[in-house]
């Protein structure tokens, strides 16, 4: 892989987390992910699925692991299927895993190839009765593509009917949300990279220059450090195109006077993180783009704060709301009248912020948890308060990468430069 050895012990302890949780007689079954296609024989590249990574750290396609920790054998609580490579795999496609190099990625000792998949199944199952099988719960998830393991879930079903099934994805949803120190450090080097990338593009960055010219010098950055590149799909907004919330398109050129919203993130051995700036075309704001910036600035800071642990996304966003609401009447947008009148259902500041603050973030840029669920340490979110006047040309997002810890908050992008008299400096070196 591009990035470096993780360990296996990261891996070791997420599986002991998991089967803690597991009802008596259970077994465990996660797959991999496909290779998608594009047209004719194309393919997209390959992101292996966030489950298999967190429980194996094996990259591959074509790979399933079982755990089923009350089997009576030893060497079959644990086995990881891998598909077999041979000289024409090797000449055409590259190195696939050998059976040593996935022992010492995932700390599983009993590593077969895919042809012995069934019957070892067959012979787990036996001695089982519950199945945890993995589908996409996660909230903002409306995919209609059928995925590896939506076909498993089929197949096993059909075959071995009479079993209890059992949801994976509450469990090892819980568990996610929580890092461990390695995950951290992993999520540290993608911020790490992604503070090389923003610092390229402020550089880079002058009236004339295109939006997709700027995205240019970020990927530069990103993949000269062992990134495979964006953890999403990057925006890049000039002027106005900064209140256009998921604008991608990134074609347009660059504005004496205007701003740019920059939405990106690096990668790291699969970890995300995403970062939001926004900068000055000419390296200097105007007078009320100032106001504008640092208006969000002061709610950015205030919603850091409110990341401790008992909160919840519910209260914590209805907290940030009344700050916003109170910039936004400083700055001329809303007044005490569209606050008395306001739906309550979709508060007078949504006019002008209507995104959330916050999401967790980690193996997926959204990762996987219930809103409700109780702010713990360890846990690793995003705060990027907003406000977008398309009337006025200005869209102002800041965002950075929030872990709770016990003692308050440490933030993963605290070297990226954020105040407004920072940037301008460094723009006019």
Known sequence: MRYEHIGKELFIKNREKLKARLKPNSAVIVCSNDIMPTNADGTMPFRQNSNMLYLSGIDQEESTLIIAPDFPDERMKEVLFLRETNEHIAVWEGHKYTQEEAENTSGVKTIMWNDKFEQTLKTILAETEHIYLYHNEHIRNSTEVETRSDRFSQWIRKTYPTYEYERLAPVIYDLRTVKEPREIELMQKACDITEKGFRRAMAFTKPGAWEFEVEAEILHEFVRNRSKGFAY???????????????????????????????????????????????????????????????????????????????????????????????????????????????????????????????????????????????????????????????????IRLEDDIQITENGQFNLMRNIPIEAEEIEDIMNQ
């Open 233 to 395: 799909t990057p925006i890049i907004a000039g002027g106005a195109n900064a209140c256009v919330l998921h604008y991608i398109e990134n074609k347009d050129q660059l504005k004496d006077g205007d701003l740019l919203l920059m939405d990106i993130g690096a990668e790291y051995a699969n970890y995300a993180s995403d970062l939001t700036r926004t900068i000055p075309v000419n390296g200097k704001f105007s007078k009320r783009q100032r106001e504008v910036y640092n208006a969000v600035l002061r709610v950015k800071k205030a919603a850091t704060e409110m990341l401790v642990p008992g909160n919840r996304i519910p209260q914590y966003h209805k907290e940030v709301g009344k700050i916003m609401t109170s910039e936004l009447i400083g700055l001329g947008l809303l007044d005490q009248t569209d606050v008395k009148n306001e739906d309550p259902n979709w508060p007078a500041y949504k006019k002008y912020f209507m995104h959330g603050t916050s999401h967790h973030i980690g193996l997926d840029v959204h990762d996987v948890a219930s809103i409700y669920t109780e702010f713990k340490p360890g846990m690793v979110f995003t705060v990027e308060p907003g406000i977008y006047i398309p009337q006025e040309g200005i869209g």
